[in-house]
């Protein structure tokens, strides 16, 4: 299950303990209070921070449903494609068991989050990273888009920016159609590439493919002239971005995003690569964090209702 970066009371509470040799896995717990108060420090001492203005949570009569209308409008003539169901660990499938559930919930428990932070920064550009592969990043990105398009007349782009694993599209089975690659090489026009799902207000954009390096096709200008395109046209964009250490393109895909929300896993992520993450990704930009891998007995108690008296 996950736990988020705004749930750290309890542990910053905590007596602190003495430190591991760089490397060693650390705490779930432990992780989100070095993370938090690194931020907190950071933005403490970061000159030519300005406030912005907060802009409502939702907006006025109607405005959802015009919203989604821009996307449709756009988009009418791209091609419908039908979202496999037969990942268990997705909310695509068709039942849940009892630990999906609570899944379920921590998903529209984050959902609640960004919408609030969407409400602060005007954000409607997110790309999804994490430390290292095996994480749990683009699972997190598929199952917070599908959550994200459940609210009524939200439009969502689920973006695979990962071109050199294109996990993404190997996990919806869209690894052969035209995607990202092909517009930010070959210049494919948006309604070519992106593709209407099954699910309401819900496009996908695969990787498609390319034959220049990742870092140089999120170089020029057209990946961020179609993150504007994406802000104006969806009311959020979710990218699942490569994880942030030793690449390159990584650092490129977040830069024109407008926010960033780290993935990392409970028992995996290391003291030392989280602190290169730090060093690498400018904290102004990001949302929060999401933790993996939470053990069962966590994961009951922090999500689930007891009917007990």
């Known amino acids: ?112 989050r960004l919408l609030k932070e969407q409400a602060k920064r005007g954000m409607r ?57 092909d517009i930010l090489e070959n210049g494919s026009p948006y309604n070519s590439a992106v593709l209407r799902t099954d699910f309401p207000d819900l496009y996908v954009l695969p990787a498609g493919t390319s034959s220049t390096p990742p870092a140089e096709l999120f170089s020029r200008a057209a990946w961020k002239e179609f993150v504007a395109w994406g802000g104006e046209t969806f009311q959020m964009m979710f990218t699942d971005a490569p994880p942030v250490l030793d690449l390159a393109d990584t650092e490129l895909i977040i830069g024109a995003c407008e926010s960033v929300l780290l993935v990392t896993r409970a028992g995996k992520t290391k003291r030392q690569a989280l602190a290169k993450v730090l060093g690498q990704v400018d904290t102004r930009k990001l949302a929060g964090v999401v933790f993996n891998g939470c053990s069962e007995a966590a994961a009951k108690n922090y999500y689930r209702y007891s009917r007990e008296p």
């Open 125 to 181: 550009s997110l790309a999804v990273s994490s430390t290292a592969q095996g994480e749990g990043k683009t699972l997190t990105t598929l199952n917070l888009a599908l959550c994200y398009s459940h609210l009524q007349n939200r439009s969502v782009l689920l973006v695979d920016g990962d071109l050199r694993t294109k996990g993404l599209s190997h996990m919806l089975g869209l690894q052969q159609f035209v995607g990202l690659g």
């Open 1 to 112: 299950m996950s736990k988020f970066f705004n749930e750290t009371r309890k542990a910053l509470q905590q007596p602190s303990r003495a430190p591991r040799p760089d490397g060693q896995e650390i705490d779930v717990q432990e992780l989100v209070g070095a993370l938090k108060e690194s931020m907190e420090h950071r933005s403490q001492h970061s000159p030519g921070v300005t406030e912005i203005n907060l802009k409502p949570l939702f907006a006025p009569p109607g405005g959802d449903e015009i919203a989604s209308q821009v996307a449709a409008g756009r988009l009418q003539n791209c091609r419908v494609v039908r979202l496999p169901r037969n990942d268990e660990k997705s909310f695509l499938a068709t039942r849940y068991n009892a630990d999906m559930q609570a899944a379920v919930e921590a998903y529209r428990t984050l959902r609640t």
